[in-house]
């Protein structure tokens, strides 16, 4: 705002109305709303109490001043309801008119002629700028490179199941063949003698045998007890 102001001050305006104008208008601006340009009337006679127009990037304000310079009205159009804008340069000023959409019609008169060509530059470019918007070629960018990335993953995707469909084979189910566990049995030798035949010694160690066979769970307690008493018949 301050390089503006500048410029406008380069430009033959008054510095205190400038700098009374921008200090009511701190309060007022929007946010991103940033002043374009402020013309102020400047009439042949002493201009007391002068009325101005100030342009921003979002609208236009006039400024009148009321109650002797005590206080300033503020009447402001957004540039969506500016239909046009003219400049009428006279031999004592220039005359800066525009209108709205609704038909009503604003001239700010007895402006310095350069300040009014200023300001019909800047309302043309803003008015340019909503018939012919810019489009940020820059936000289009990565939603190419989005969808490209999302179509090679695809692809990627489409290949490996591709892959493992052709590579894959089905086993009928008759080709499985079940195992079973095989069954422990306690241990047997061919020139094992009859029960009747052992000592009580030996009747007592093949006893305890088979209840190592118990504890390790290769015989079943039911066995183990068919075991024991056919033992025990004989001891």
Same mark, same amino acid.
């Given at each position: 705002?301050?390089d503006?102001?500048?410029?406008?001050l380069?430009?033959d305006?008054?510095?205190k109305a400038?700098?009374k104008?921008?200090?009511?208008?701190?309060n007022?601006l929007?946010s991103?709303e940033?002043i374009?340009y402020?013309?102020?009337?400047k009439?042949?006679?002493?201009?007391?109490?002068?009325?101005s127009?100030?342009?921003?990037?979002?609208r236009i304000?006039?400024?009148?001043p009321k109650?002797?310079?005590?206080?300033?009205?503020?009447?402001?159009?957004?540039?969506?309801?500016?239909?046009g804008?003219?400049?009428?340069?006279g031999?004592?000023?220039?005359d800066?008119?525009f209108?709205?959409?609704?038909?009503?019609t604003?001239?700010?008169?007895?402006?310095?002629?350069?300040?009014?060509?200023k300001l019909?530059t800047?309302?043309?470019?803003?008015?340019?700028?909503?018939k #012919?918007p810019?489009?940020?070629?820059?936000?289009s960018?990565?939603i190419? &490179?989005?969808?490209? &990335?999302?179509?090679?993953?695809a692809?990627?995707e489409?290949?490996e199941?591709?892959e493992?469909?052709?590579?894959?084979?089905?086993?009928?189910?008759?080709?499985?063949?079940?195992?079973?566990?095989?069954k422990?049995e306690a241990?047997?030798t061919?020139?094992e003698r009859?029960?009747?035949e052992?000592?009580?010694?030996?009747?007592?160690e093949?006893?305890?045998?088979?209840?190592?066979?118990?504890? #390790?769970?290769l015989i079943m307690?039911?066995?183990?007890?068919?075991?024991k008493k056919?033992i025990l018949?004989y001891?």
């Amino acid at each position: 705002m301050i390089d503006n102001l500048k410029k406008i001050l380069n430009e033959d305006q008054d510095p205190k109305a400038i700098e009374k104008i921008t200090s009511k208008l701190s309060n007022l601006l929007m946010s991103n709303e940033e002043i374009g340009y402020i013309a102020v009337q400047k009439k042949p006679a002493v201009t007391i109490l002068p009325d101005s127009i100030v342009v921003t990037n979002k609208r236009i304000i006039l400024c009148k001043p009321k109650n002797l310079g005590l206080s300033m009205e503020f009447v402001d159009y957004d540039w969506d309801d500016i239909a046009g804008s003219f400049v009428k340069e006279g031999i004592l000023g220039a005359d800066f008119t525009f209108n709205t959409k609704s038909d009503l019609t604003h001239t700010v008169d007895y402006l310095p002629k350069n300040q009014a060509r200023k300001l019909y530059t800047y309302a043309k470019e803003q008015l340019d700028l909503l018939k #012919n918007p810019v489009v940020n070629s820059t936000t289009s960018n990565p939603i190419i &490179a989005e969808e490209i &990335a999302f179509e090679e993953v695809a692809e990627v995707e489409e290949m490996e199941t591709e892959e493992v469909t052709n590579f894959a084979e089905i086993v009928p189910v008759s080709n499985y063949t079940s195992f079973e566990e095989p069954k422990v049995e306690a241990p047997t030798t061919s020139s094992e003698r009859k029960l009747s035949e052992l000592s009580q010694d030996e009747l007592f160690e093949k006893l305890q045998n088979y209840k190592k066979l118990l504890d #390790n769970g290769l015989i079943m307690q039911g066995e183990y007890d068919n075991y024991k008493k056919e033992i025990l018949s004989y001891m």
